[in-house]
Structure formats: structure tokens, C-alpha cells
């Protein structure tokens, strides 16, 4: 017990940030098929699609952030943080590579927050919910 204690209370871990990020990604591919699907066989209209852009965007970094401070069993808000960065600075990249939005510094900026406002948040959760 004394040596998981110790690899517990050790600073930041990559390995907890690779398994935050990697299920963010997977839940934003998760919820964007959702969606779809929603979009494509319900009268819901396309309408809400930038809605629902944002709330997939927060609930897999938020989620992302709690699974890997949960991991961490430390340093919950750093953790979380960390996640949310890393998952913005990949899906600012590929929608500035893609080039279907216009490049919008207010927009990228309100990303930003919105993605340390769900790290912060995410992180302080998983460390709740840690063993």
C-alpha cells in the first residue's frame, strides 16, 4: 500500500494526462456521431448544430480532465488543465488546418477559457472522486 501511496503523490504524470486526452478524443468522436445521428433522423434542426458544437466540446474536456486527475490521484487542477490545454491546442490546430471557420482570435480566445473554466473544474472533480 506504502508504494502506490508514493506513485500516487508524485508530480505531474504523463501517463494519467495521455488517458484524460485520449478519452476526451474519444468521447468528442462519441457525442459528434450522437449528434449526427440525431441531426439526421429527428426534426431537430441544424440550427443548433454551433450549440451543440460547444456542449461536446465542454462535456469531453470536462470528462477527459476528471478521468485523468481521477488516475493521477494528485495534483487534480493541474492535471485537468493540462488535459483541456492539450485538447484545445489539437482541435485549434485542426480547425485552423482545415480552414472551414474563418480564423477569429475572440473565438479562439473564448475557446481557451471555456477550456480552462472545464480543466479547472474536470480536475477538481476527478480528485473527488480518486481512491
Given at each position: 500500500?506504502?508504494?502506490?501511496?508514493?506513485?500516487?503523490?508524485s508530480?505531474?504524470?504523463?501517463?494519467c494526462?495521455?488517458?484524460?486526452?485520449?478519452?476526451?478524443?474519444?468521447l468528442?468522436?462519441?457525442?459528434?456521431?450522437?449528434?449526427?445521428?440525431?441531426?439526421?433522423?429527428?426534426?431537430?434542426?441544424?440550427?443548433?448544430?454551433?450549440?451543440?458544437?460547444?456542449?461536446?466540446?465542454?462535456?469531453?474536456?470536462?470528462?477527459?480532465?476528471?478521468?485523468?486527475?481521477?488516475a493521477a490521484?494528485?495534483?487534480?487542477l493541474?492535471?485537468g488543465?493540462c488535459?483541456?490545454?492539450?485538447y484545445?491546442?489539437?482541435?485549434s490546430?485542426?480547425?485552423?488546418?482545415?480552414?472551414?471557420?474563418?480564423f477569429d482570435?475572440?473565438?479562439?480566445?473564448?475557446?481557451?477559457?471555456?477550456?480552462l473554466?472545464?480543466?479547472?473544474?474536470?480536475?477538481?472533480?476527478?480528485i473527488?472522486?480518486?481512491?
Amino acid at each position: 500500500m506504502r508504494a502506490q501511496e508514493s506513485v500516487k503523490s508524485s508530480g505531474l504524470q504523463i501517463n494519467c494526462l495521455v488517458k484524460g486526452f485520449i478519452w476526451s478524443l474519444l468521447l468528442t468522436i462519441l457525442l459528434s456521431l450522437f449528434i449526427s445521428l440525431l441531426l439526421q433522423f429527428t426534426p431537430v434542426s441544424e440550427a443548433l448544430l454551433p450549440g451543440f458544437s460547444t456542449f461536446i466540446f465542454l462535456i469531453s474536456m470536462l470528462l477527459g480532465a476528471v478521468i485523468g486527475a481521477r488516475a493521477a490521484g494528485c495534483l487534480g487542477l493541474l492535471h485537468g488543465l493540462c488535459i483541456a490545454v492539450l485538447y484545445w491546442l489539437l482541435l485549434s490546430a485542426i480547425t485552423l488546418l482545415w480552414g472551414l471557420v474563418p480564423f477569429d482570435w475572440p473565438h479562439l480566445a473564448l475557446r481557451f477559457v471555456f477550456a480552462l473554466i472545464a480543466g479547472a473544474i474536470g480536475g477538481i472533480i476527478g480528485i473527488g472522486l480518486a481512491d
